[in-house]
């Protein structure tokens, strides 16, 4: 935590010598609509699980009061529970079934190719492997969105990766925005502060380089489905692991450009 407030202060420096970040990581508070609908997708998939485990916990709670001659009043009311409950996690499952259509007929957009950095940045070196990989994982999941068709993966998992993908992405270059914000500040300090924000560029760095190796995960998750070619039980759980994957790292990303 006090890392995080140190960042912070040495952001605040750079920003003194009037380096626009608010206005780097605007595009990143914006998310596209893929990247708002999975947020909805994830949303209504924990309210469902949440209603359905409550449902049964007050379930089993009715029937060991019924095997064990408990009060008539307690039973009734963690019946009524239950069914309460069970009611609300059908119809949580329904909007995400609802949800899920959406996500799936979302079309295809290639990826707009944002700026990168200066060669001089330590952020141009990811940010151009970024800009590749998301090249790579459109054309990957053009093929899956129709092969889905065929079975061999379902919709809704193509839909889940690129909407996920373009989040990482995103988080990803308000990384980087915070990366030129401190590499400019270096330029105009010395001693001590500069070794300092040196080295927070550096951290910086190292979170890049972890999102990106995520984000190949992905591709290679991708690669191997569309290699296999037929459907396959597996072939959901491996896109899914990684996509859930990329999406835990692009969460600490968001939190990390957040602090």
Same mark, same amino acid.
């Given at each position: 935590?006090?890392?995080?407030?140190?960042?912070?202060?040495?952001?605040?420096?750079?920003?003194?010598?009037?380096?626009?970040? &608010?206005?780097?990581?605007?595009?990143?508070?914006?998310?596209?609509?893929?990247?708002? !609908?999975?947020? %909805?997708?994830?949303?209504?998939?924990?309210?469902?699980?949440?209603? *359905?485990?409550?449902?049964?916990?007050?379930?089993?709670?009715?029937?060991?009061?019924?095997?064990?001659?408990?009060?008539?009043?307690?039973?009734?009311?963690? &019946?009524?529970?239950?069914?309460?409950?069970?009611?609300?996690?059908?119809?949580?499952?329904?909007?995400?079934? &609802?949800?899920?259509?959406?996500?799936?007929?979302?079309?295809?957009?290639?990826?707009?190719? *944002?700026?990168?950095?200066?060669?001089?940045?330590?952020?141009?070196?990811?940010?151009?492997?970024?800009?590749?990989?998301?090249?790579?994982?459109?054309?990957? !999941?053009?093929?899956?969105?129709?092969?889905?068709?065929?079975?061999?993966?379902?919709?809704?998992?193509?839909?889940?990766?690129?909407?996920?993908? =373009?989040?990482?992405? =995103?988080?990803?270059?308000?990384?980087?925005?915070?990366?030129?914000?401190?590499?400019?500040?270096? %330029?105009?300090?010395?001693?001590?502060?500069?070794?300092?924000?040196?080295?927070?560029?550096?951290?910086?760095?190292?979170?890049? @380089? +972890?999102?990106?190796?995520?984000?190949? @995960?992905?591709?290679? +998750? =991708?690669?191997?489905?569309? *290699?296999?070619?037929?459907?396959?039980?597996?072939?959901?759980?491996?896109?899914? @692991? =990684?996509?859930?994957? !990329?999406?835990?790292?692009? +969460?600490?990303?968001?939190?990390?450009?957040?602090?």
């Amino acid at each position: 935590m006090g890392k995080r407030k140190d960042l912070q202060a040495l952001t605040d420096l750079a920003q003194q010598f009037g380096v626009p970040l &608010v206005e780097q990581v605007r595009t990143w508070k914006s998310p596209d609509p893929a990247v708002k !609908l999975r947020r %909805q997708v994830n949303r209504a998939d924990r309210r469902r699980t949440r209603w *359905a485990y409550t449902a049964a916990g007050c379930s089993g709670i009715a029937v060991i009061l019924a095997l064990t001659g408990g009060a008539a009043t307690a039973f009734a009311v963690f &019946v009524v529970l239950a069914v309460l409950s069970a009611v609300t996690s059908v119809r949580a499952y329904g909007r995400l079934r &609802v949800l899920r259509r959406e996500q799936a007929a979302l079309p295809a957009v290639a990826p707009a190719r *944002a700026a990168l950095p200066g060669k001089s940045s330590r952020a141009y070196e990811p940010m151009r492997r970024l800009a590749g990989a998301e090249a790579s994982l459109a054309e990957l !999941l053009g093929q899956l969105e129709h092969d889905s068709k065929h079975g061999a993966v379902p919709a809704e998992s193509v839909a889940a990766a690129r909407a996920t993908g =373009a989040e990482a992405a =995103a988080a990803l270059r308000a990384v980087a925005a915070r990366m030129a914000t401190l590499e400019t500040a270096v %330029q105009h300090t010395s001693g001590a502060n500069r070794a300092e924000l040196a080295a927070s560029v550096e951290d910086l760095r190292g979170q890049l @380089e +972890a999102g990106i190796d995520g984000y190949g @995960e992905l591709i290679a +998750a =991708a690669g191997r489905v569309v *290699a296999a070619g037929t459907p396959a039980p597996t072939h959901r759980a491996v896109l899914t @692991e =990684a996509t859930d994957h !990329l999406a835990g790292l692009a +969460a600490a990303l968001r939190e990390l450009s957040a602090s």
